[in-house]
């Protein structure tokens, strides 16, 4: 089920919303605060984001600006406003949609659809056939090569993900370096090993809390390193 941030400091309207969405088989979450609905959006998963332009706090402008820095999902944006240029500002700072009100409440759920199908095509699959591995905090998307820490995505470079998703599969198991070298670069180490080391530190960096003191990949000294669950 796709799950849906509403960010709309008019109840009734967001209710509204909300109402449609649900009849349609969504989970909707509404926030009425700006600042709440940054930090919501931001920090958990969500597949598309309506936010209005008004807002207490943090207006939409700044949300749809900082969303979009670390996040590629569906955002459409939804104003009294009717003025181009802030449509063309809305959509500048990376918004898909813009919608002025008033609007139809099943009009607004003809573009969810269509801005969830159209990002289900650019991920390459749909979203309810992804195969997933999670491990406290950490959600690994392997077929769209994605990862959530904490629900905010960070981003690999192609071997970084093979080896996070490699060692997060097979968790409490001690690899040694010329193993991973072998299983991630699919070639004998040859004095290489020293590129998993550099590999896991990056790793570490994006999803450690404290990288001297990791809670994930732990290194077992004279051997290799080991997933802990």
Known sequence: MSRILIIEDEVAIAELEKDYLELSDFEVMIESSGDVGLS???????????LDLMLPGTDGFEICRQVREIKNIP???VSAKREDIDKIRGLGLGADDYITKPFSPS?????????L????????????RNEWVEIRGIKIDKTARRVYINGVEKSFTTKEFDLLCFLAQNPNRVFSKEELFREIWE??????????????????EKIEVDTANPQYIETIWGVGYRFKV
């Open 40 to 50: 919501r959006a931001l920090k958990e998963e969500f597949d598309l984001i309506i």
């Open 75 to 77: 955002i459409l944006m």
């Open 107 to 115: 009009e607004l759920v003809a573009r969810v659809k269509a801005h």
């Open 117 to 128: 199908a159209s990002y289900q095509r650019l991920v390459g699959t749909d979203t309810h």
């Open 187 to 204: 070639m004998e180490s040859v004095g290489d090993i020293a590129t998993v080391t550099v590999h896991i530190k990056k790793i570490r």
